[in-house]
């Protein structure tokens, strides 16, 4: 998608989602984009075990045990190989599906005591629930999330960037930046080089013509133009029909050479007319 911001800070996936969608909330009232998200998002369910060593300790089971025991019955690892007819097969020591699909079949399992008594593994454990991110997204090495979207015509990308750059410095913390991704950094990139781009091309171009013209004058006079047709290329900018992007900015730099050629035609007629004795308006 065009629109790619990123919302970064050190402050715990947590936070960083919550001003995510408060930076979400107030980009759908702004009504400058078609549509809006974000990446990140808390909808992965987890089961957490934790062992009541106190007790393991009374029973006399110890931490290795519980370890193995959950390791054979949940876990994938792979002990060995066997072969029949000349194809060979893994040996995965595992509980069948049905008895480790839900939370409940681990009360099934039993651990070995000290006394050499099977007890029920939910009596020295206990589970925990909770939500996990869907991702563990990074920007910089900070935790992020990026919002992405598509900018409402006329709007330009450049006005949705600035939108949620001024919006995120007003929300957020200050641990919170700003970063750009994907089309959003590569226009932010070219925004930043198209002044001095611009300003060397003209340069350039003055440069080339005194070379030419062997006169530091006559340059000025060809350049004059070029003002004038830049005004009429900007203002479908300025208005929001079109977007600055590589294209136009391309296109710019292709009018400037286009008016330049113009002006030197008329120039260099207007010397040869004057070397002949023709008054210096009339030859223009």
């Given at each position: 998608l065009p629109l790619a911001f990123v919302v970064a800070s050190t402050a715990p996936q947590e936070e960083v989602y919550r001003v995510g969608e408060e930076l979400l909330q107030r980009a759908r009232e702004s009504g400058l984009f078609i549509f809006v998200n974000q990446t990140l998002d808390f909808n992965r369910p987890e089961v957490e075990v934790r062992i009541d060593r106190e007790r393991a300790a009374r029973l006399g089971i110890a931490m290795r045990d519980i370890g193995q025991t959950l390791a054979v019955m949940l876990g994938e690892a792979e002990v060995n190989r066997f072969s029949v007819d000349d194809r060979s097969y893994k040996?995965?020591?595992?509980?069948?599906?049905?008895?480790?699909?839900t939370e409940e079949e681990l009360?099934?399992?039993?651990?070995?005591?000290?006394?050499?008594?099977?007890?029920p593994l939910s009596s020295v454990i206990r589970l925990e629930h909770r939500v996990q991110p869907n991702q563990l997204s990074q920007y910089q090495q900070l935790n992020s999330t990026t919002i992405q979207g598509l900018?409402?015509?006329?709007?330009?990308?450049?006005?949705?960037?600035?939108?949620?750059?001024?919006?995120?410095?007003?929300i957020a913390p200050?641990?919170?930046?700003?970063?750009?991704?994907?089309?959003?950094?590569?226009?932010?990139?070219?925004?930043?080089?198209?002044?001095v781009l611009f300003g060397l091309s003209l340069i350039l171009i003055f440069l080339v013509l005194a070379a030419q013209f062997n006169s530091f004058r006559d340059p000025l006079v060809v350049l004059v133009a070029v003002p004038l047709s830049i005004f009429g290329a900007v203002v479908p900018i300025a208005i929001g029909v079109v977007t600055l992007n590589i294209y136009?900015?391309?296109?710019?730099?292709?009018?400037?050479?286009?008016?330049?050629?113009?002006?030197?035609?008329?120039?260099?007629f207007a010397n040869q007319l004057t070397a002949r004795g023709t008054d210096r308006r009339a030859a223009v």
């Open positions: 040996v995965i020591p595992q509980a069948g599906r049905d008895f480790r699909l009360e099934k399992y039993y651990l070995r005591t000290a006394s050499d008594e099977l007890v900018v409402m015509p006329p709007n330009t990308l450049g006005t949705g960037l600035a939108l949620l750059e001024e919006t995120l410095a007003e200050p641990s919170f930046r700003a970063g750009y991704t994907g089309e959003s950094r590569r226009f932010m990139q070219e925004s930043g080089s198209f002044p136009t900015q391309i296109g710019l730099l292709t009018l400037i050479g286009l008016i330049s050629k113009h002006g030197i035609l008329i120039v260099e």
